[in-house]
């Protein structure tokens, strides 16, 4: 009853973007921002995100890993969206999969959680493939944000994790520009100032190594289908891989002889991956 009382309070927007495939949900909220010319929060609002009831709605950082129930209702309502194409576009899409599965109830603090334990996904931020991003007219997809994804393999280079101008990782969901291919955040080199280097230009380094482009060739094809051939067995031992080299960075064996990008991260990501 308290649903029905609250869903008929939002009014059903008349211009809302078709997802793009593979689209995280921040990336599809921005297209909305920019097809109704409002700004990114006014988004939120207009398309359910926010509880009509609720004044100040700010999304948390973790917006994108989840929904509710309620979230998805209201949303539908405003939107026409289906609550499994919602789904699609956060990071439970990949739970049960290259992902474990999602804790029940999901609620953002859960989410909050069940991300910071896995390392599995970045839980604020994404990487991007600037060639992809001009294609798609801005739109970003949501495996960028898996660590299974370090490279393109159609444009053949390494995914950028962070803006070439400030150096900031990118898509912090917070306020600034909502211009989906403009870097946008707070540059504390220069006292503050917004950045506003286009990452739909930046150059990314290239991948010439045949084995690292078949490496995430297999693993694209892992996190289309994980239930596929040998799926589950290939998934443990990444997992059990990653763990291991999380825990005693230390003693990880030196890489293989490959390109020289991947031995600067190598060395210089201190163990937090
Ligand atoms: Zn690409
Ligand atoms: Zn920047």
Request: aromatic share 6%; charged share 20%; hydrophobic share 40%.
């Amino acid at each position: 009853m308290q649903d029905q009382l609250r869903v008929p309070s939002l009014r059903r927007l008349a211009l809302v973007p078709e997802p793009y495939p593979g689209e995280s949900l921040l990336s599809w909220v921005n297209a909305l921002a920019r097809m109704n010319r409002v700004g990114r929060l006014q988004a939120l609002r207009l398309a359910g995100f926010a509880r009509p009831d609720v004044s100040g709605y700010r999304p948390t950082v973790h917006f994108g890993a989840s929904l509710t129930e309620e979230t998805t209702a209201r949303v539908q309502a405003a939107t026409g969206l289906s609550a499994a194409r919602q789904q699609a576009m956060t990071l439970t899409h990949y739970a049960g999969g290259v992902l474990p599965a999602f804790p029940s109830p999901p609620h953002w603090r859960t989410a909050a959680i069940w991300l910071a334990r896995l390392h599995l996904a970045l839980s604020v931020r994404s990487r991007v493939c600037p060639a992809c991003l001009r294609e798609s007219g801005g739109r970003w997809l949501l495996r960028w944000r898996l660590v299974w994804s370090f490279a393109c393999v159609r444009h053949r280079v390494y995914l950028l994790g962070a803006c070439r101008g400030c150096g900031n990782g990118l898509r912090w969901v917070g306020p600034g520009p909502e211009d989906a291919v403009v870097c946008g955040q707070y540059d504390r080199s220069r006292q503050g100032r917004v950045c506003l280097r286009t990452i739909s230009r930046m150059r990314p380094p290239r991948l010439s190594d045949p084995h690292l482009l078949e490496c995430q060739r297999r693993l694209d094809r892992l996190v289309d289908n994980p239930r596929g051939d040998g799926g589950r067995a290939i998934l443990r031992s990444l997992h059990t891989a990653l763990e291991g080299i999380r825990i005693g960075y230390d003693d990880a064996p030196s890489l293989p002889d490959t390109d020289a990008i991947l031995h600067r991260r190598w060395h210089g990501h201190g163990g937090a991956l």
